[in-house]
């Protein structure tokens, strides 16, 4: 049975990476809200390349790392910490962005509701969202660095930029559209030799889409990685003397087979006192009709036995599964919260599209293989004078 564990926001995190990147540009990122993140350790440079490959899990690089030859030489000199809860984009956006933990930032999952206005929002599509930098009002490490001088780029593809989760997320500096890797790897090293001080991120999410769909245990999903090893031992090769890159991830994944799920769609007893279904299959926040959260926690808890921790709201904030929670953050949190063990998911296929429900590989929950990425760095070989 897979563990499940809280993540330990008291030592580095996903958080950790851009300010200790900013720490290695001597840009300092102050304190925000309630919490302050440990950071990691990283040489001096001038300028910065970090990219964040969506779904590179450690377990899965470690596992398939014959495919990833210059990422594999990486692993020995490298870090692994937790992304956070739940392990899943739009949080750990969140969470890379502002160097904050997901209590912190509230970008508190896939779906949440929106307190006062009886829905639900995802904050992967912020469709008919908030106003972003009021839903995530603290400043993000891109615009901290912007305000000490160093120039910064961001570079993903052109429906990234000005939508909801980027201005919540990852707002500050410029951005650079490009469809392919290869042509996100030849922006980045022009934009790093454009001047002598700079942070450039990049962002990769083909090698997540094919791991939704085939699974991440897949021939797809292992021709992905190879393909993406290639460019990024390009982009490496390819830095200035004075430049370091930094590799990470926003959570990892698991092949959740179809009959290994229940549909609250068509199951009307875990339906009942539900008025919204939020998070995602491996992560559920259960938004409870008045008055039945009890009932609820006591149908879910018998109905899904040892296959999923099932908890209040207030459990989850005492045992820490976001980290500090800000005040305005609190109603965000489901009634109850479910995290699933094993290969185990919950759908509903009343508010799910028929391609989401067809998905192999999920993530969301607090199994180690779900939130464990890989923070692997190449420093700079000259922290003086741009070479």
């Not at 039945?292 to 006591?298: G, I, M, N, Q, T």
Request: charged share 20%; glycine share 12%; aromatic share 6%.
């Amino acid at each position: 049975m897979a563990d499940l564990r809280a993540p330990s926001y008291e030592a580095p995190t996903l958080a950790s990476v851009l300010p200790s990147v900013a720490a290695s540009l001597e840009v300092a990122v102050a304190p925000q809200g309630l919490a302050t993140v440990p950071r990691l350790a990283l040489p001096p440079a001038r300028r910065a390349v970090v990219v964040l490959v969506d779904g590179l899990g450690d377990d899965l690089l470690r596992r398939r790392g014959g495919h990833a030859p210059f990422l594999r030489s990486l692993l020995p000199h490298g870090h692994s910490v937790p992304s956070g809860f739940p392990s899943t984009t739009a949080t750990s956006m969140g969470t890379f962005g502002t160097g904050l933990p997901p209590g912190s930032h509230g970008l508190l999952g896939y779906q949440v509701l929106v307190p006062g206005e009886d829905r639900l929002l995802n904050e992967l599509s912020w469709e008919d969202g908030p106003v972003p930098e009021a839903w995530q009002p603290h400043r993000t490490v891109f615009e901290l660095a912007e305000r000490a001088g160093v120039p910064v780029t961001r570079i993903g593809p052109g429906f990234f930029d000005g939508s909801g989760l980027t201005r919540a997320a990852l707002r500050g500096g410029r951005f650079a559209a490009g469809d392919r890797l290869d042509a996100r790897v030849d922006i980045a090293l022009s934009c790093v030799r454009a001047t002598d001080r700079a942070l450039v991120y990049l962002y990769w999410g083909e090698l997540d889409k094919v791991g939704h769909v085939h699974g991440p245990d897949g021939l797809e999903w292992g021709e992905e990685l190879e393909s993406l090893d290639r460019e990024l031992g390009r982009l490496a090769a390819g830095l200035p003397a004075d430049a370091s890159l930094t590799i990470t991830a926003d959570h990892g994944m698991i092949s959740c087979p179809h009959d290994e799920r229940l549909d609250v769609g068509t199951d009307p007893v875990l339906a009942a006192g539900v008025r919204h279904v939020g998070g995602e299959p491996r992560a559920l926040q259960l938004y409870c009709e008045p008055g039945a959260r009890d009932e609820v926690l006591a149908t879910w808890t018998d109905r899904l036995g040892e296959r999923a921790l099932v908890r209040t709201r207030e459990e989850v904030l005492a045992e820490g599964w976001f980290g500090p929670v800000e005040d305005r953050n609190l109603a965000r949190v489901g009634d109850v919260v479910v995290a699933m063990r094993d290969h185990f998911a919950v759908v509903d296929s009343r508010s799910q599209r028929p391609e989401l429900l067809a998905l192999l590989g999920l993530h969301g929950s607090l199994t180690p293989a779900e939130t464990t990425v890989p923070v692997l760095h190449v420093p700079a070989r000259s922290a003086g004078a741009p070479g």
